[in-house]
């Protein structure tokens, strides 16, 4: 599917989710991605720990691509964005800020989810034009709170918290002013994948939804 930067924003605006896997190989990865999207979350976000990533978001892209939005995480540098991009990956979320991987994002059109995780470095990277600001590691400065004490002097940014999400502290996050929440290892618990159970994934997915649209409705 043609999606511009805006409907991407959108979309992932909307779920309030984004699902982080990190499989250990990419039969694990492609079930874990349409058992998320079977739960409700049209999103999957494949990391480069991943064995054979870029490969993997290229055959999501064919197979996932029209129902799901795919894109590549912990991208280090340019180059690897750019090979995720060619791959078919519609948005890049790296774990902190690299300005040349921002600028080759903007250029080609794609969405940027740069890491941050101090003031400085939420301003350098919204300043790069990144579209959303994930904040990284979040759950060991705080959780909520830091989000909370983060929107007063950047109402504006679009933030993203990341690490230590779970059931229990994702609905604080949302009220804190988090746009929407990356989480792994929650949601698409490790054991599930192993063993090849998706409807406890498809459940988890399901149960974050729920949990994001009632702090919404509450806040």
Excluded at 79 to 92: N, P, Q, V
Aim: glycine letters at 12%; hydrophobic letters at 50%.
């Amino acid at each position: 599917m043609h999606m511009t930067r805006d409907d991407i924003r959108q979309l992932i605006t909307e779920a309030g989710i984004v699902p982080v896997v990190r499989a250990s190989n990419s039969e694990q990865a492609l079930l874990a991605a349409e058992a998320v999207c079977a739960g409700g979350i049209p999103i999957v976000e494949i990391t480069m720990t991943v064995p054979g990533a870029i490969d993997l978001i290229a055959q999501l892209a064919r197979t996932v691509g029209d129902t799901a939005l795919v894109g590549a995480g912990t991208v280090l540098d340019a180059d690897t964005a750019r090979k995720c991009i060619s791959a078919g990956a519609k948005f890049i979320v790296s774990p902190g800020f690299d300005r040349e991987t921002a600028d080759l994002v903007w250029r080609e059109g794609r969405l940027m989810m740069a890491g941050a995780l101090t003031p400085t470095e939420i301003m350098a990277a919204w300043k790069a034009g990144a579209d959303f600001v994930k904040i990284f590691p979040c759950g060991s400065m705080g959780g909520a709170k830091y989000i909370r004490a983060l929107r007063g002097p950047f109402p504006h940014i679009p933030f993203i918290p990341t690490g230590g999400v779970n059931l229990e502290t994702a609905g604080d996050l949302i009220r804190a002013g988090a746009a929407a929440l990356g989480v792994g290892g929650e949601l698409i618990q490790a054991d599930a994948l192993k063993s090849g159970d998706a409807g406890v994934i498809t459940q988890n997915a399901r149960k974050f939804l729920e949990a994001v649209k009632a702090a919404r409705a509450a806040s």
